[in-house]
């Protein structure tokens, strides 16, 4: 059934799709076993993956969800950033990074002046995880092909890692964020730098020099200049 499932998913987004829900969509063809993977170049367009997410039940998240959260910003930009996971407010918009922690990194990004056209957002499962627990292994291994589609279709240059979930989903770097944010890991023809959660700095609010917001601060200069330096190459 697995080989059965991968042709029709092929089938159901062949380069001819359109970008709405294409006619005949079929529910009963996504790969409800999460061992079956999603192909890469299953989706021509994040519209398609949104209207497969929204119906997707690979893991358990799918059974609570009001809306499955793919992402915000420009799906060309030269930059991605990867959260966890949605919260309430996502889950209800369909949008990620829309709370207060969402406001806060919107400041953060236009500080050096990058805009949503600079930045492509979103999170490295779909599906709210109940009561903002924590994405169980499963379930991120389940959501994986999705995010690697959207990497895939985005094709960033720079992928900015907020959290341990993304850094260990995408690097598999088990180390804690305060030792590794900061840092580029060169992989695949990409930079990836991990960096803090916009939702701890809300919870350490001092600025001074050395404290989580004052590091942030650093780091997104330090992304600034990289793009700069990677656009002026060309
Ligand atoms: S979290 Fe991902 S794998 Fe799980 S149901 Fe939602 S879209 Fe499917």
């Given at each position: 059934m697995a080989s059965q499932d991968q042709i029709s998913l092929f089938e159901l987004f062949?380069?001819?799709?359109?970008?709405?829900?294409p006619e005949g969509f079929n529910p009963d063809l996504i790969p409800t076993d999460a061992k079956v993977p999603i192909p890469a170049g299953t989706y021509q367009t994040m519209?398609?993956?949104?209207?497969?997410?929204?119906?997707?039940?690979?893991?358990?998240?799918?059974?609570?969800?009001?809306?499955?959260?793919i992402g915000r910003g420009n799906v060309k930009a030269p930059i991605m950033i990867v959260g966890e996971g949605p919260g309430q407010n996502e889950d209800e918009t369909g949008l990620p990074f829309v709370g207060?922690?969402?406001q806060l990194l919107d400041k953060i990004l236009a500080s050096v002046k990058l805009t949503e056209n600079d930045v492509y957002i979103c999170n490295v499962v779909k599906c709210r995880p109940p009561g903002?627990?924590?994405p169980?292994?499963?379930?991120?291994?389940?959501?994986?092909?999705?995010?690697?589609?959207?990497?895939?279709?985005v094709n960033p240059k720079i992928i900015l890692l907020t959290g341990k979930y993304a850094m260990l989903t995408l690097l598999g770097i088990k180390q804690g964020i305060t030792k590794v944010r900061g840092q580029w890991v060169e992989?695949?023809?990409?930079?990836?730098?991990?960096?803090?959660?916009?939702?701890?700095?809300?919870?350490?609010?001092?600025?001074?020099?050395g404290s989580p917001k004052w590091l942030m601060w650093q780091?997104?200069?330090?992304?600034?200049k990289k793009l700069d330096e990677m656009e002026w190459d060309g």
């Open positions: 062949s380069p001819s799709s359109e970008p709405s829900p519209e398609q993956m949104r209207v497969h997410c929204n119906q997707c039940f690979r893991c358990a998240l799918g059974e609570n969800r009001t809306n499955a959260v207060k922690a969402g903002n627990r924590d169980q292994p499963a379930e991120i291994e389940a959501c994986k092909g999705y995010l690697l589609e959207q990497i895939r279709l992989r695949d023809g990409r930079l990836y730098m991990p960096i803090f959660h916009p939702a701890y700095l809300l919870r350490n609010q001092s600025r001074e020099k780091d997104i200069q330090e992304v600034r």
